[in-house]
Structure formats: structure tokens, C-alpha cells
């Protein structure tokens, strides 16, 4: 029997220098390209997912791109373990390649995975794909890490400055593809139905870069590149994207890559925080966790024009402009006193872009509760925000049409009165 290398997509979503794929491709044996759906993880979606959707059109777009060499990708349902369990059946396995994921579960299922696979003697090899440094590659000089941005990006571009980039170029060795013969799946075989969401197209270019700096904070300019979703799924190659913005005389735009491998860093070497807040003390502040008020937040409804834009903007197209993700995000913990876990929750089931590392480490900064974080008596006023980015009213007005009609909701609370209850709330809880 022939010997096969599976390659096992996951957050890497293309063909073009992709690190696992490329090692992979060049393992000497023919490679078996799958993607598993995992149930452990899409069980718990909504049925109408737009990053379902999204997942499912890459595949398409992969296996168009493999199908002069007469193969497919293999798109499999259920979980991990008992997939690989059934495809040892059929073909003779000698090697299963994918690249890392960071988050917790993924380390819990990939250790398994890999124990499993050991047991059958068949090789279990990850690369790294999805950031340019991870882990423990970006530490402080005695080992530790880095638990704030700064010096955190100084290291970083110390480092991409002494070492540049890998490439790996698996799009020209699609030649040791191997069909897998597996029927291709469709949203309704998986379970899901078609959600009203958009697919996020991406504008990334010179121009963006350039521009990034002085566009970025107004959202009605929508010049920002929208790759969030991108990077996510790996549908775009984060090694290109650093190539490109490190090109250009402002930095901004990579220094917001860099920001993200600050938080998958931070997500590593601190597992509990998604459910605990970085600084413990934090615990003890008293959330008022209002449920009709987290409802009307949710809705776009708080009598906020900018807070609601956002949240209408986020509920109707999966997305949010990062300066308005500030405002909404402080305006839930800050003015509403509830759980940045609430906020985080309903953004995890909301965001194309959705990453827990970037999701949770953002909520932390604006409820003043994380590494690196915002103090807890920066509290956005709502009011002066739009003063600030949205003077012209063009987002407001594109989101919330309403706003001026009695029919509008009034405040859901007084800007002021909210300020000195969340300062004494906080201060209470840090003075225990």
C-alpha cells in the first residue's frame, strides 16, 4: 500500500504559503488535504453562522484551486479523534501535519489527537502559520512574558528586524495532492442554514497602509482593511500582510498585527483569562448584570446614537469598527456595570473576525481589568465620542436612521450619574 502524509487544515484556510502545507507537500509521501468540522465546537453555534458559511466557501475556493490536479479537500463531520480513527482504516497513514492553534481548546484536543496518533505509530508534526512570533519567542530577558504592548512591540520588531520572514511555497507542489474521495458537504449536511450576513470582502493595499493612521478612528470613512475575518481563518497570510505593512513609512498598520500576536502571547501563558480576569482583584467588583438593560444594549437600543450604531452595525453585518468597539465595550462595564464576560460572549457569537485571544484581551482593556489595560476611571463619554469621530453624524445616521424620531429610546442612563456609580463601584471593590 502507498504511503500517505494527511495535511489538516484548520485556521490556514488557502493554498499559498501555507507553512504546514508546504511541509506537508514536501514529507516525500502524497498528501490527503481534509478539513474536519468539528462538533465539539459547531455544535454550540447558532444555525444561521456566518463564519460557518465563510469556512465552507473557502473549502470550495481550495479545492477549485486543486482541481487540475484532480483532488479535493475532504470535508469531514464529527470529532477529531474518531475521524482520524477511521481514515487509519483506509489508507495507509504514516504522518497527520496541520499548524498550531493557541487556544485552549484547541492545545487539549491537539494533545489528544497527537496521543492518539502516537499510539499508532503514525507521526503527529504542527508549524507555525498564523503569527510571526509565538509563545515564548517574544520574552522579556529573564524568560518571562511580555504582559504589557510597549515593550512587548519593541522585542517584537527587534526581532523581525534580525530575522525577516520564512516563505513556504506549498502552492507549487499541489502536484503530491492526493484525492481523498470523500462526498463534499454542504451547509445543510452540517446542520447550518444560510445566515443574512455578508461575506467580508478585504481591501488591503498600499493606500490602506499609508492612510491607516490618520482613517482609522472614524468609522463613517470605512477605510480600514476588514482582513480581521481573514486572519482569522487564515484565508489571507499573515506573513504577506507583515511583509506589505513593513514596506511602508508608517508603521501603524503593523503595529496592529503586532497587537494581536501581543494577545495570542498573552492568551498562552495565561490560559484562565477568558473566564478570570488578568488582575484577580478585579473579581470583586459588584456587576449589576441588568438583564433587560444587556438586552437593549445588545439591540442597539440604549437611547446612544454611537453605542447603538455599533451594536446595529455588529448585529447586521458581523462587524464592528475598532473605534466603536472601544465606546460600546466601555459603555457595557462602565455605564451598564455588566460583566465584560457578557460583552464578550455576545461579541464571540457575533464577529466574522471573532478571536478569542484579541476578543478577550480587548474586553479586559475596557473594563480596566487586563494586562496592558485602560485604568478603570477611563470611562468613554458617549456624547463627547461623537464630537470627536463622527461629527457629521454620516455613521450614526447610516445605522441608527431613528435617532432624532420620538420614536428613539431615551438614554437607558444619565451619562454623569453612570460615571461616579461605576468610579465608586470600582473603587469599593479595589479598596477591599
Not at 504514516?94 to 481548546?105: A, F, G, L, R, S
Not at 503514525?122 to 504589557?148: C, H, L, M, R
Amino acid at each position: 500500500m502507498e504511503n500517505y502524509t494527511v495535511f489538516w487544515f484548520r485556521r490556514d484556510l488557502r493554498i499559498e504559503d501555507n507553512a504546514g502545507l508546504y511541509h506537508a507537500l514536501t514529507s516525500g509521501n502524497k498528501v490527503l488535504p481534509l478539513f474536519i468540522f468539528d462538533t465539539e465546537i459547531i455544535h454550540k453555534l447558532p444555525k444561521k453562522d456566518a463564519r460557518i458559511e465563510m469556512i465552507h466557501a473557502a473549502l470550495r475556493n481550495i479545492t477549485d484551486a486543486m482541481e487540475r490536479n484532480r483532488c479535493n479537500v475532504g470535508m469531514y463531520l464529527g470529532q477529531p479523534k474518531a475521524v482520524f480513527e477511521s481514515l487509519l482504516k483506509k489508507f495507509n497513514i504514516t504522518k497527520v501535519v496541520t499548524n498550531h492553534d493557541y487556544e485552549p481548546y484547541a492545545t487539549e484536543r491537539d494533545t489528544a489527537v497527537g496521543e492518539f496518533l502516537q499510539k499508532k505509530g503514525v507521526a503527529f508534526e504542527t508549524y507555525k502559520d498564523q503569527v510571526i512570533f509565538e509563545k515564548s519567542e517574544v520574552v522579556k530577558d529573564d524568560g518571562n512574558p511580555y504582559k504589557v504592548y510597549t515593550p512587548y512591540s519593541h522585542k517584537w520588531l527587534k526581532r523581525f528586524a534580525e530575522e525577516g520572514l520564512s516563505h513556504y511555497p506549498s502552492e507549487a507542489h499541489l502536484n503530491q495532492l492526493a484525492p481523498v474521495e470523500q462526498p463534499q458537504l454542504s451547509l445543510n449536511d452540517l446542520g447550518f442554514e444560510p445566515s443574512h450576513v455578508p461575506q467580508p470582502q478585504y481591501t488591503f493595499n498600499a493606500t490602506v497602509i499609508k492612510e491607516y493612521e490618520e482613517t482609522r478612528n472614524f468609522p463613517a470613512v470605512d477605510k480600514t482593511s476588514r482582513t480581521g475575518a481573514h486572519l482569522r481563518f487564515g484565508t489571507l497570510s499573515v506573513r504577506k500582510m507583515v511583509a506589505d505593512s513593513a514596506q511602508e513609512e508608517n508603521p501603524t498598520f503593523l503595529k496592529e498585527l503586532i497587537w494581536r500576536e501581543f494577545f495570542m502571547q498573552i492568551l498562552w501563558h495565561f490560559p484562565h483569562t477568558p473566564q478570570s480576569s488578568f488582575k484577580p482583584k478585579y473579581e470583586r467588583i459588584e456587576w449589576r448584570n441588568n438583564e433587560e438593560e444587556f438586552k437593549r444594549w445588545c439591540e442597539g437600543k440604549t437611547g446612544y446614537p454611537f453605542v447603538d450604531a455599533g451594536m446595529r452595525e455588529l448585529n447586521t453585518t458581523g462587524f464592528m469598527h475598532n473605534r466603536v468597539r472601544m465606546l460600546v465595550g466601555s459603555f457595557l462595564c462602565k455605564h451598564l456595570l455588566i460583566d465584560w464576560r457578557w460583552g464578550e460572549a455576545y461579541f464571540a457569537e457575533k464577529l466574522l473576525d471573532y478571536e478569542m485571544s484579541s476578543n478577550v484581551g480587548n474586553w479586559q482593556w475596557v473594563a480596566g481589568c487586563g494586562v496592558d489595560a485602560a485604568p478603570y476611571f477611563r470611562i468613554f463619554n458617549p456624547i463627547d465620542q461623537i464630537k470627536k469621530f463622527d461629527q457629521q453624524h454620516q455613521y450614526i445616521q447610516k445605522w441608527v436612521p431613528d435617532y432624532q424620531e420620538l420614536t428613539y429610546p431615551k438614554p437607558i442612563v444619565d451619562h454623569k450619574f453612570a460615571r461616579e456609580r461605576c468610579l465608586a463601584t470600582y473603587k469599593a471593590a479595589l479598596n477591599a
